[in-house]
């Protein structure tokens, strides 16, 4: 017993001095090493505003006013005591993803913009954080942004280059441009005296929304006062006749208003678009064989290509269109830029549901088709012909 | 008389027992490090800080420490002073701290230093202590920066960050992980070969 | 489940512990003579590679962290794996005799495998969480125990083979094991 106390204390004895030796050394230490790491975090934002000496994070700022992008911090550039301007570190979606930095004077004017991260596809979007990329203009991509005003906005191909082939990747970060400086600004407009803003703060950029059958009806309804609060009401069976390019009628609904009398009809149709997935469509028309409206319940494209016909400004452009003329691109819709298979394709979808909606109405004391309604086009060309 | 002794017990660690090459211990960190002759020297000369404070205190309280628990206690020791070490680089070398890595808390697993505390220091005299420890973390330091001389001057064109060959010469291979274990194999060969030198002479002299 | 088979594939085979990490490579030289010592030997380094790190992680979260002691992981991580080897040997001793006695001296070498301790210090430093680490800690030992078995069978292969005077012995090794060293750098690209 004895033995093993002696061992043990001896054992203690050899840790306790150990751990206070190196607490004393810690101590001595710790505080250089934490200048350092500060120094550090201080390098990387001084590459984007390097006439500050300090820099002091904020918690108080604006978030961003779109969903899919985040103000994750924010800095306040400060030279010899004073505020000279902000660094904000904004985090969102490019083609892939992106994290910039980027440095706000009082003026609103860019000082500088560095990414942090920056996933898209090598020798397109990730050309924009290559230090020997160069723009027509002579600098890299993120070097163009210095000297550009918040004010003046920032567009793609306008305020500065877009890297080469990677339009959407430009675009991208021209919207975490657009949401960090605006944060920025304000913060800097509110507290320190900065340049106020120009405009309304940022619209959140458009994201691609997919409905099931029954929200879709509701979503189209509760745009019009008439068909406020309306949704489908009775199924009806479809018969599976030949449909153009291997189209399917997937759902066929009758929609009754309060008293009972049909006023509308909802058809989904499935057919192919530039994924081999596929997508499917909704429309609903109305007893003048007008489209109400149409929405997308399904598809698998590109995103920031194809995925954008599932966006608002895509689809409604559908509405108030008739059942019965051709859906071609230019006249009667503005494709998804870069996406015009995608777009086509949706749109032949779109006539084709409306058209058999339309033919539902009929049957239930609807307009009757005009002639020759029956013989109408689509734009794509498919597979099998 | 004790003189000769002292130099021999130096000597040997340079080169009769180089832990390197002939006892073949401390390998891991060696080739992890040795991309450049900076980085080679900076893990030597901390490897040989510790070896010689651990194989000081060791020595200091071989009477003292129980030989049940002597692993232990060699471990902390050991340690402390590795930590000490990583605090002190971390705070006034960084960049030394930062190239090294996890091989800087890896040296408390130095085969060399855990080696020759149990076998030498926990045995002799204070002085002698130092002396081996001195010996060996040199003897390892001068195979590091050979080592680290070859992979930077092939692989990178650079000898301690200065261009000298230019960089359409250099062969990457030697910058990575292969490059290390083939230097370093010929580096042995080379050992081998001239140790069997050695000993021939010494059999046709006597 | 896609980040963790990333973890694990990489630290197995592009990050692999001994062919490109240089961790591990005494025993990687030492004991790969013979291939059942080499697979006992490496399956009793998995197990405490493993084992440290289940240990390690939440000590250093749980209790270093929170009483700012992180300057002294390198000293408790050591002591807690030396600590751990130890039991594993009393364990062994107990219930698989025969084992232990063919592992000898070699068992309690654990505590100075360079990868154990290097294992369980990267998860700190990588920032993973506890999952993450234990899948990065059976990646590591799988990558150990494959390279270790590759190179005791290709040391079986040498035996037979003539070898030039000045490369005999321990250079034919590095030199092999630079060889794999290379084949291993094929797999850098596979995971982001």
Not at chain 1, 163 to 181: C, M, P
Not at chain 1, 311 to 324: E, G, H, I, M, R
Not at chain 3, 15 to 39: E, H, R, W
Request: proline fraction near 3%; include cysteine.
């Amino acid at each position: 017993m004895k033995q093993t106390l002696k061992l043990g204390f001896t054992l203690a004895a050899f840790a306790v001095i150990s751990c206070f030796l190196l607490a004393l050394v810690n101590s001595i230490t710790a505080p250089v090493i934490e200048q350092h790491q500060i120094e550090k975090a201080n390098a990387g934002m001084k590459t984007v505003f390097p006439d500050a000496d300090s820099f002091e994070q904020v918690t108080d700022y604006k978030p961003s006013t779109d969903s899919a992008i985040s103000i994750v911090k924010m800095y306040l550039a400060k030279k010899g005591g004073t505020v000279t301007g902000a660094v904000a570190q904004v985090s969102g979606p490019t083609y892939d993803h992106a994290t910039i930095l980027v440095g706000l004077d009082l003026n609103r004017t860019v000082t500088g913009m560095q990414f942090l991260e920056l996933t898209d596809s090598p020798g397109f979007g990730l050309k924009a954080n290559d230090p020997s990329y160069k723009t027509k203009g002579g600098t890299t991509f993120y070097d163009q942004l210095k000297g550009k005003n918040a004010n003046d906005g920032f567009m793609v191909n306008k305020t500065f280059e877009a890297v080469s082939g990677a339009t959407i990747t430009s675009k991208g970060v021209a919207n975490l441009l657009k949401q960090g400086t605006y944060s920025a600004g304000e913060y800097l407009a509110e507290k320190y005296g900065g340049a106020a803003a120009s405009g309304d703060a940022p619209k959140a950029a458009e994201q691609p929304v997919l409905f099931s059958f029954e929200d879709a009806v509701k979503d189209i309804c509760s745009t019009f006062d008439a068909y406020k609060g309306l949704t489908t009401s009775e199924d009806v069976a479809h018969d599976a006749s030949y449909y153009p390019h291997k189209m399917v009628v997937d759902r066929e609904s009758l929609i009754k208003d309060g008293s009972g009398k049909i006023v509308a009809a909802a058809v989904e149709v499935s057919g192919q678009t530039y994924s081999e997935n596929g997508g499917s469509v909704i429309a609903v028309v109305d007893i003048n064989r007008t489209i109400l409206g149409a929405r997308i319940v399904r598809i698998q494209d590109s995103p920031n290509l194809g995925m954008n016909t599932a966006t608002p400004s895509f689809y409604n452009q559908f509405s108030s269109k008739s059942a019965d003329q051709n859906l071609r691109p230019g006249t009667d819709y503005d494709v998804v830029s870069g996406a015009s298979i995608s777009s086509d394709c949706v749109a032949d979808m779109v006539k084709v549901a409306a058209y058999e909606a339309a033919g539902i109405m009929e049957k239930h004391g609807g307009r009757t088709a005009p002639d020759g309604s029956a013989e109408y086009t689509l734009n794509e060309h498919y597979q099998e012909e | 008389m004790e003189r000769t002794n002292r130099l021999a017990v130096f000597l040997n660690g340079l080169v009769k027992e180089n832990p390197l090459l002939i006892l073949s211990i401390g390998l891991c960190s060696s080739l992890a490090v040795t991309t450049n002759v900076f980085n080679g020297i900076g893990m030597g000369l901390a490897m040989t800080f510790v070896l010689i404070m651990s194989e000081l205190i060791i020595s200091l309280f071989r009477k003292q420490i129980p030989e049940d628990i002597r692993l232990p206690i060699f471990i902390i020791i050991i340690a402390a002073f590795t930590t000490i070490v990583q605090l002190l680089l971390n705070a006034y070398i960084p960049a030394l701290s930062e190239a090294l890595g996890v091989f800087l808390p890896l040296i408390v697993v130095n085969c060399i230093i855990m080696g020759r505390v149990e076998s030498y220091a926990s045995k002799n005299t204070v002085l002698d202590s130092v002396l081996d420890a001195i010996g060996m973390g040199l003897g390892y330091t001068w195979v590091l920066f050979i080592i680290s001389l070859v992979r930077e001057l092939l692989g990178s064109g650079t000898f301690f960050g200065i261009h000298v060959l230019p960089e359409t010469y250099t062969i990457g291979f030697f910058s990575r992980a292969p490059g290390g274990f083939f230097v370093f194999g010929l580096l042995t060969a080379l050992t081998v070969g001239i140790s069997k030198k050695a000993a021939a002479k010494k059999g046709d002299a006597k | 489940m896609n980040l963790y088979l990333g973890i694990f594939l990489k630290s197995m085979l592009v990050d692999n512990v001994v062919l490109i990490q240089y961790l591990a490579i005494c025993p990687f030289i030492g004991m790969t003579s013979d291939t059942g010592k080499a697979t006992g030997m490496s399956i009793a380094t998995t197990f405490v590679i493993i084992l440290a790190t289940a240990v390690t992680y939440p000590i250093f979260y749980g209790i270093m962290v929170p009483l700012k002691l992180e300057f002294l992981e390198t000293l408790i991580f050591i002591l807690v794996i030396a600590a751990l080897v130890q039991l594993v040997e009393f364990y062994l001793k107990k219930s698989i005799p025969g084992l232990y006695s063919a592992m000898g001296v070699y068992l309690a070498l654990i505590t100075t495998n360079c990868a154990v301790l290097g294992t369980t210090l990267n998860c700190i430093s990588k920032n993973y969480n506890y999952i993450q680490s234990l899948i990065y800690a059976a990646g590591t030992a799988c990558g150990f125990l494959i390279a270790m078995v590759i190179m005791s069978g290709v040391r079986e292969r040498i035996k037979s083979s003539t070898i030039p005077k000045f490369l005999q012995g321990k250079p034919i090794l590095f030199i092999t094991a630079g060889l794999l060293s290379l084949s291993f750098l094929g797999f850098s690209g596979l995971i982001k």
